[in-house]
C-alpha cells in the first residue's frame, strides 16, 4: 500500500475505534475500476465475482469479515468494504440475485451474463490461454460499505 492508502486506513481505523493493526487489503476492480469504485462507494455495487482458478498460489481467497480498501485507477483510496459472504460456486450456478447485487449496467441477470462471459473468456485466455467454461469455479463476494 502507498502511504496515501495507509493514511486513509489509519483515519478509518481511528473512526471506527479499530486497531491500527487491523489487518486490511487494497485493491481495485480489474476492468473498468474507477465506474465500479464509484457504484460500490455509492451503495449500488455490494458484490463481486472473480474466477477461483485463476487465484495466484499465494493470493488469499477472501474472507468473511476481510476489510478492504477501493481503489481507483490510480491506486487512490475509494472507500471501505467488509465481506459479509463468501461462496465458490459454479459459474453456470450464479444467481440473479447475485448478479443484481454486482450493481453493474441496469442489474438484471442478462446484462450480468453478457459482460462476464466476456470478462472470464478474456481474463481465462490471459492466463495462459486457459478456456474459460460454464461450470469453473468462481468466488462471489458479498460486501457491506462501512465508509
Known amino acids: ?12 481505523c481511528q ?10 487489503d487494497a485493491w481495485s476492480f480489474g476492468t ?4 465500479l469504485a464509484d457504484l460500490v462507494k455509492s451503495g449500488l455495487k455490494t458484490a463481486t465475482t472473480s474466477a477461483y482458478e485463476l487465484y495466484a498460489k499465494d493470493e488469499l481467497i477472501p474472507q468473511v469479515g476481510d476489510w478492504n480498501i477501493i481503489l481507483d485507477h490510480a491506486a487512490k483510496p475509494v472507500c471501505v468494504v467488509q465481506t459479509k459472504v463468501v461462496e465458490i460456486i459454479p459459474y453456470e450456478q450464479i444467481s440473479a440475485e447475485h448478479a443484481y447485487h454486482e ?8 446484462y450480468w451474463r453478457k459482460v462476464h462471459d466476456e470478462f472470464f473468456r478474456q ?6 490461454n486457459k478456456e474459460f ?4 469455479p ?8 462501512v465508509d
Open 1 to 12: 500500500m502507498n502511504e496515501e492508502t495507509i493514511k486513509y486506513w489509519q483515519d478509518f
Open 15 to 24: 473512526k471506527h475505534q479499530l486497531p491500527q493493526n487491523t489487518p486490511v
Open 32 to 35: 473498468d475500476s474507477d465506474e
Open 103 to 110: 450493481g453493474e449496467g441496469d442489474c438484471s441477470y442478462q
Open 123 to 128: 481474463e481465462y485466455q490471459e492466463a495462459g
Open 133 to 136: 467454461y460454464p461450470q469453473a
Open 138 to 145: 468462481m468466488v462471489c463476494e458479498v460486501f457491506k460499505k
